[in-house]
Each structure stands twice: as C-alpha cells, then as structure tokens.
C-alpha cells in the first residue's frame, strides 16, 4: 500500500497535493477540485487513502482506495 494523499491549502494560494510525510508538496493546482482529482488519482494508484483538508487545515472527507476490511454488501 502506497503514501496516504493529502489536499492542503497551499501557503500562498491554491491547493498542494502532499503525500503522508512527505515535506514537499507532490503537486500544486489553482482550485481544490483540481488537486481532489489529481490526488483522487494517485491515491488510486497506490491503492492508498485520499485525505481532503479545508482551508482551516481540518480534515473535512477522505477516501479509501485500498484494501476496505468492511466492503459493502451489494
């Protein structure tokens, strides 16, 4: 299992894509909905958890890409 991802507010504007203990931003957009779909990505890639921040910092949603104990029945 990959990197768990990160959506943070950028320090200067817009949106940085931070995998999990990483010190560097993995990548910058303009728009939240822009780094939650590249992100969203990478997440998948890795099989990995996508962890959506506002701009408070706080964690507002995530997603799980990996492997889910508890998968739905349906």
Do not use: C
């Not at 959506?52 to 990996?66: A, E, F, L, P, T």
Request: glycine share 14%; net charge positive; charged share 25%.
């Amino acid at each position: 299992m990959g990197k768990n991802q990160h959506v943070v507010p950028g320090q200067n504007g817009g949106w940085n894509i931070k995998g999990e203990g990483n010190s560097k931003a993995t990548a910058h957009t303009n728009t939240k909905a822009e780094a939650i779909n590249k992100a969203r990505d990478i997440s998948k890639n890795q099989k990995s958890e996508l962890f959506i921040h506002g701009k408070d910092g706080r964690i507002q949603s995530r997603d799980s890409h990996g492997n889910d104990p508890y998968p739905p029945k349906g």
